[in-house]
């Protein structure tokens, strides 16, 4: 089942923040997140592990909440170049064996427009 | 520079025809999937392969085959029995269990006519 974002748009002016939530009705093993622009390919920005860790790329961060099947992402003082959609990506725990099968369901997208 | 690669980049097909699209990789990646873009409705997975000669469904595999004989390499076709297959098609690759992240390719769009 497609995880579910939250909220659906934001719109910024430059410098301010924005939260974007990420959520699963299903356990979770990693989370991944990426940035679309429009008509191009989805890019990588991070990927969060069981665990509870939080990562960072430059003024964008996230954390993973694996008990609450939750993820955020955090960006801070946005800049124009940080419009666009962004997914986050789900990955169910390993098999018995241990292995992931790296097999992501995407959310819907949350649309994030940054204005001078 | 390693990357992924998918062509054409805008694809007309007739009702009726099966088309293909490729993808091809040079990152050594294990791993390739193939998903679809809706307007609204994010990336739905179609098919991915973890190994050369083995793939598995994704969640909306009907109308959709592919192959995997090299590891470079992860075609897919659209066949006629794909009731609405107008959409943007997205090839990504990754190492075995996606532990670093996906590389899309930068697309295919697809019309049907």
């Known amino acids: 089942q497609q995880p579910v974002q939250s909220p659906q748009a934001v719109i910024l002016r430059e410098g301010e923040d924005a939260v974007i939530n990420c959520s699963s009705s299903?356990?979770?093993?990693?989370v991944h997140w990426y940035r679309q622009k429009h008509g191009e390919a989805p890019v990588f920005l991070m990927i969060?592990?069981?665990?509870?860790e939080q990562k960072g790329h430059e003024k964008i961060s996230a954390s993973f909440n694996e008990k609450k099947q939750q993820s955020s992402l955090y960006l801070t003082a946005s800049q124009l170049s940080y419009s666009g959609t962004y997914f986050c990506?789900?990955?169910?725990?390993?098999?018995?064996?241990?292995?992931?099968?790296?097999?992501?369901?995407f959310g819907q997208g949350t649309i994030l427009t940054v204005h001078p | 520079d390693g990357g992924i690669t998918q062509s054409p980049k805008y694809l007309f097909r007739k009702e009726g025809q099966n088309v293909t699209l490729s993808c091809e990789q040079n990152?050594?990646?294990?791993?390739m999937y193939w998903y679809r873009q809706d307007p609204g409705q994010g990336l739905r997975l179609i098919y991915y392969?973890?190994?050369?000669?083995?793939?598995q469904k994704g969640d909306i595999a009907e109308g959709y085959s592919v192959s995997r004989e090299k590891k470079e390499s992860f075609p897919l076709t659209v066949t006629s029995a794909q009731k609405n297959p107008t959409a943007f098609y997205l090839c990504?690759?990754?190492?075995?269990?996606?532990?670093?992240?996906?590389?899309f390719g930068s697309g295919t769009r697809l019309t049907v006519v």
């Open positions: 990504a690759s990754s190492v075995a269990d996606g532990g670093y992240g996906y590389t």
């Open positions: 299903k356990a979770l093993y990693s």
């Open positions: 969060l592990l069981k665990g509870g």
């Open positions: 990506g789900t990955d169910p725990p390993p098999n018995a064996g241990g292995t992931s099968y790296g097999k992501l369901t």
């Open positions: 990152l050594n990646h294990d791993a």
């Open positions: 392969s973890q190994i050369v000669n083995d793939f």
